[in-house]
């Protein structure tokens, strides 16, 4: 399962040596693995077999149209949360039909390009999003396909900057509203209502939270359906954790069995938008040592990747596994911080780390596919990484490293 293993004392991308990706393409680069992609997509569709399903991968995880157009061919639809998505979801060969919209803040200008694109539904986050979308659509002469997305008020147990179905979050209308927000959405002319969608965090290593949602999201479909609106769809988000560490998230399979369980003989389309599920163990981002700085009270590996490429630790205090690409059998090991170019002490993708290093070793920062090069900015003027997709025993550059002039494109200077 895992893509990226030792053999021989060489850490492997499936088949390729990153050595050789480093020495081909230079670094940071990121890595992906086109097989764990697959494979992670696969153990939610495998686990929805013979049930209306629609799995719709966040984009916000790893937007390259390169990783999307992977799971495209196998069927996969999108979770989008800005037209910029839609469009990349578009040109890596997925299906409008197949895109759910999320987002708190879409402008009118977004929902007649979504509507106009036929993208499956909007999960809408607040009543004055509901009137919006009926008034693009009725100016466009067209039905808008709608979800509610509640907020049902439950713990996520996870970081609070990535916890979001609390009442205290942005996202999301009320569940306590949402009888009188769908009677609305009911009422309006050019709006089908279809779902009902939530989404409570991110990194959940638990099942229960999930379930606690569903609980909350099934009694109000029940309730609904007795006032006579019929939801076909039920969208339980994203979430599903994943192990940097030594956490123990369930398999997307036992989630989804157990979602399955609680359903009963209800007929609903049940619709996932893992991101990190699918994408985080998929990628590492490989990184060369240009220094060693040894104080006599602290030691320093100093990388040629920041974190402008990789934000997550100096974000999250993320804990990602780094692991020599080459181990050395021999040498002192010491406990080291591992610190990028980027004039920030925040700026470092590992702390006390126990390694043995020399410069130019090259390293390698697991769990690096999801909210990696996405969350990647041009902070100190640094160009952004280069992404390669590994294919077997084969590489794909789906994106080049950012040049000089890439980094001033669109400035200009002022008039003489
Ligand atoms: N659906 C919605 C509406 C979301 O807001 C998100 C993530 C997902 C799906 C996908 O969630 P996932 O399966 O990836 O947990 N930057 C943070 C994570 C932020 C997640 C935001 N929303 C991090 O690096 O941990």
Redesign the pocket.
């Given at each position: 399962m895992d893509a990226f293993l030792y053999q021989n004392n060489e850490l492997f991308a499936e088949q390729v040596a990153l050595k050789q990706i480093a020495q081909t393409y230079g670094t940071p680069t990121y890595v992906y693995s086109r097989r764990h992609l697959e494979e992670r997509f696969l153990s939610y569709q495998n686990a929805l077999q013979g049930r209306e399903h629609l799995i719709c991968y966040?984009v916000?995880?790893n937007s390259n149209i390169g990783v999307l157009n992977v799971l495209a061919r196998l069927g996969s639809g999108f979770?989008i949360?800005s037209i910029g998505e839609l469009e990349r979801v578009l040109a890596a060969g997925g299906e409008a039909s197949k895109v759910v919209y999320?987002g708190v803040a879409k402008t009118k200008a977004d929902i007649a390009h979504a509507l106009k694109a036929g993208i499956h539904c909007f999960?809408v986050e607040s009543e004055g999003e509901l009137e919006a979308i009926n008034q693009v659509a009725a100016e466009l002469d067209m039905q808008a396909r709608i979800s509610l997305?509640l907020n049902p008020d439950v713990d996520a147990k996870t970081?609070p900057?990535?916890s979001?179905g609390l009442k205290d979050n942005k996202?999301g209308i009320d569940i306590e509203r949402a009888p009188a927000v769908y009677q609305r959405a009911n009422s309006l002319s050019h709006i089908e209502v279809i779902g009902v969608d939530c989404?409570i965090?991110?990194?959940l290593t638990e099942i229960s939270p999930f379930l606690d949602a569903l609980d909350r999201l099934l009694s109000l479909i029940d309730s609904l359906a007795e006032q006579g609106i019929v939801i076909k769809h039920l969208d339980l988000?994203?979430?599903?954790?994943v192990r940097y560490q030594d956490e123990t998230p369930p398999e997307p399979g036992e989630y989804v069995a157990a979602v399955l369980e609680r359903l009963g003989e209800r007929e609903l389309t049940l619709a996932f938008?893992?991101?990190?599920?699918i994408a985080a163990n998929a990628g590492v981002l490989l990184t060369k040592v240009e220094y060693l700085k040894c104080n006599p009270h602290k030691n320093f590996a100093i990388i040629d990747a920041a974190m402008n490429d990789m934000i997550?630790p100096a974000?999250?205090q993320?804990w990602l596994n780094i692991q020599p690409v080459t181990p050395r059998a021999e040498g002192v090991s010491k406990r080291y911080d591992i610190v990028g170019p980027v004039c920030e002490t925040g700026d470092f993708l590992g702390k006390d780390r126990e390694l043995i290093l020399e410069q130019g070793d090259l390293l390698s920062v697991a769990g690096a596919g999801?909210?990696g090069f996405t969350?990647s900015s041009n902070y100190n003027s640094r160009g952004r990484a280069a992404e390669i997709m590994v294919d077997g025993d084969s590489c794909h550059v789906i994106r080049a490293r950012e040049t000089i002039a890439d980094l001033m494109l669109g400035e200009a200077l002022l008039p003489e």
């Open positions: 966040a916000k995880a979770d949360v999320s999960n997305r970081h900057y990535i979001t996202f989404h965090g991110s990194q988000g994203g979430g599903l954790g938008e893992p991101g990190r599920s997550r974000l999250y993320a999801a909210y969350m």
